[in-house]
Each structure stands twice: as structure tokens, then as C-alpha cells.
Nanobody, 125 residues
Framework: QVQLVESGGGYVQPGGSLRLSCALSGFTLDDYAVGWFRQAPGKEREGVSCITANVGTYFADSVKGRVTISSDNAKRTVYLQMNNLEPEDTAVYYC???????????????????WGQGTQVTVSS
């Protein structure tokens, strides 16, 4: 059974950093791509970043240069390191998985097949 569990969200001041974790169970990155999405109040869900064993990584323009994504296969965890955070980064962050890269990265309209429960990130002074 495919499951994803996020952790690491919280409150941070502008310019600060957070590392989000997504614990995977029931699958590996050999077979699935894993992406991070976010949704702020009143805004559409946005694909932030994704990682896949075959294609590599992807970053949305809104976070490029401030975010890195990595995986620890032994721990079955995907990390999203966010630096120089801005108030506009405030949102609920979700990790998601799909066998297809385009869905997992939010590059097409069809959403990924599997989702975590989300973790809140608040950037405010």
C-alpha cells in the first residue's frame, strides 16, 4: 500500500530555512516519482519540485535557487530543503507520488495518484 507522510513544517521568519521530509512506504523511487506541491489560501495548488530516479529533478520558477530536493533511499525519505523563505511561500505543503514524472511534478493537469496529508509552512515576521 502506497503511503506518504510529511513532516517538518512550522513557523519561520522571512529569510529562514526549513527542511520538509516525506516518508515513503509501499514503493521506492525506482518505480515512482515523488513531488512536492503547495497550496496557499485562495490560490491554486502549485507543483514546487519533484525527484525521479530516471529523469532527475525539477523546480518551479517560483522556488528555483532557493529549494533543493533529495532522497535517502535507505530511509525511504524525500527531503525538500527550503532556504531564504518568503511570506509568499506560506502554504500547506504536500508530497505526492505517481509512476509518471509529469503527474508527480505537477507539469500536467492530471494530479498524482497518491498524496500525503500535508504540513503547514508559515513564513512571517
Amino acid at each position: 500500500q502506497v503511503q506518504l507522510v510529511e513532516s517538518g513544517g512550522g513557523y519561520v521568519q522571512p529569510g529562514g530555512s526549513l527542511r520538509l521530509s516525506c516518508a515513503l512506504s509501499g514503493f521506492t523511487l525506482d518505480d515512482y516519482a515523488v513531488g512536492w506541491f503547495r497550496q496557499a489560501p485562495g490560490k491554486e495548488r502549485e507543483g514546487v519540485s519533484c525527484i525521479t530516479a530516471n529523469v532527475g529533478t525539477y523546480f518551479a520558477d517560483s522556488v528555483k535557487g532557493r529549494v533543493t530536493i533529495s532522497s535517502d533511499n535507505a530511509k525511504r525519505t524525500v527531503y525538500l530543503q527550503m532556504n531564504n523563505l518568503e511570506p509568499e511561500d506560506t502554504a500547506v505543503y504536500y508530497c505526492a507520488a505517481d509512476r509518471e514524472y509529469l503527474e508527480a511534478c505537477g507539469l500536467i493537469s492530471r494530479p498524482p495518484a497518491y498524496w500525503g496529508q500535508g504540513t503547514q509552512v508559515t513564513v512571517s515576521s
